[in-house]
């Protein structure tokens, strides 16, 4: 796929979409990957990652850096990429306050934002084959199915970390698929996406203050390297995982599509707004915590409100406006790929 010409507002559209995609990456049962194919750039995405390969590989140790760039689409993973990093240090703290704060709405607006991914993504799906119904049956199920399985508990070994970045990465490439909650079910998402992610941006900041004193720090310095660990296996499952996606989309384009739409259906009773979550308890009735001092979560208590307080008429605004948001954010995806 060759690079696209983009205009200078294109360019801050893309890193907003980077933003928004590192955003839901980070929410437990939203995939990144819906942002990335209801906003009109998932199969470019794909693709591009396609070309990370032995070839780009050359180009770079040859020391042909342009041709490298052009070739991997590479002014076009950077911006989505840089996106996804702001958003790690800043768009994905905000809400982690506020789903400790507002989890009711939160979970709302994203539970809005699942449901007007599935009505966008099927609005123009045509091809209800038997083998396609099939195929979205076995997503729903297998998406209500991950939904119900409960946490593993929390495990720092090297090699399990790099299997984490490699599985977790799954939520940018698969829509329906959460990097987030299948990191829960490994029993690795505080330690990978909030202790580790926290460490990196202390480390940062002391470092722009020129203080070192962090080197002392053994807790903290095995934290960075379970980062560094977690980042070598994400990449790892991006190039592999976009390599499949791709042999995929090109083959058996239909078929895809009917697992995405299963997936990001079975999906949603992983973001139900009513629910409250089940920590794991000894035999005292006291609950549990892991090695960092927090809480073992082993899946949530759903149910359905009971009444029409101001709260649920709030969460079910929230609701509305995800819905809204999403169907607003495809057709400025279509009005994109018509101007392409």
């Known amino acids: 796929m060759e690079s696209k010409h983009r205009s200078f507002p294109d360019k801050v559209w893309l890193v907003l979409k980077g933003l928004a995609m590192g955003a839901a990456n980070k929410v437990p049962g939203v995939s990144g990957g819906v942002v990335a194919y209801v906003a009109g750039f998932y199969e470019e995405f794909i693709y591009s990652l396609q070309k990370v390969n032995k070839n780009a590989?050359?180009?770079?140790?040859?020391?042909?850096?342009?041709?490298?760039?052009?070739?991997?689409?590479?002014?076009?993973?950077?911006?989505?990429?840089?996106?996804?990093i702001i958003s790690y240090f800043s768009v994905s703290k905000l809400l982690d306050i506020a789903i400790d704060h507002y989890p009711l709405y939160v979970w709302s607006a994203f539970f809005g934002m699942i449901i007007g991914s599935i009505y966008y993504i099927a609005k123009d799906f045509n091809d209800w084959s038997q083998r396609n119904i099939i195929i979205l049956a076995l997503g729903i199920i297998t998406g209500i199915l991950i939904s119900l399985l409960e946490p593993a508990t929390q495990n720092d070994n090297l090699i399990f970390v790099f299997f984490c970045g490699i599985i977790g990465v799954s939520g940018m490439t698969l829509p329906g698929l959460s990097g987030s909650f299948i990191l829960i079910l490994l029993g690795n998402y505080v330690l990978l996406l909030v202790d580790s992610v926290n460490a990196l941006y202390d480390t940062l900041s002391d470092l722009i203050q020129a203080?070192?004193?962090?080197i002392n720090d053994p807790h903290r310095l095995r934290l960075l390297q379970v980062m560094a660990v977690f980042t070598l296996g994400s990449v790892t499952g991006l190039v592999t995982l976009s390599n499949f996606l791709g042999y995929l989309l090109k083959h058996y384009k239909h078929a895809t599509n009917a697992a995405i739409i299963g997936f990001i259906a079975g999906s949603l009773g992983v973001v139900w707004?009513?629910?409250?979550?089940?920590?794991?308890?000894?035999?005292l009735g006291e609950i549990n915590y892991d090695r960092v001092g927090d809480p073992i979560l082993t899946n949530y208590d759903r149910y359905w409100p009971e009444s029409f307080s101001a709260e649920n008429i709030i969460a079910t605004i929230f609701i509305l406006l995800g819905i809204f948001s999403v169907v607003a954010l495809g057709k400025y995806g279509e009005k994109t790929r018509v101007q392409s």
């Open 57 to 84: 590989f050359k180009l770079l140790l040859n020391g042909r850096f342009r041709s490298f760039v052009r070739y991997v689409n590479g002014r076009f993973l950077f911006l989505l990429i840089l996106g996804m």
């Open 211 to 214: 203080d070192f004193s962090f």
């Open 273 to 283: 707004p009513w629910k409250n979550p089940v920590f794991e308890r000894n035999a």
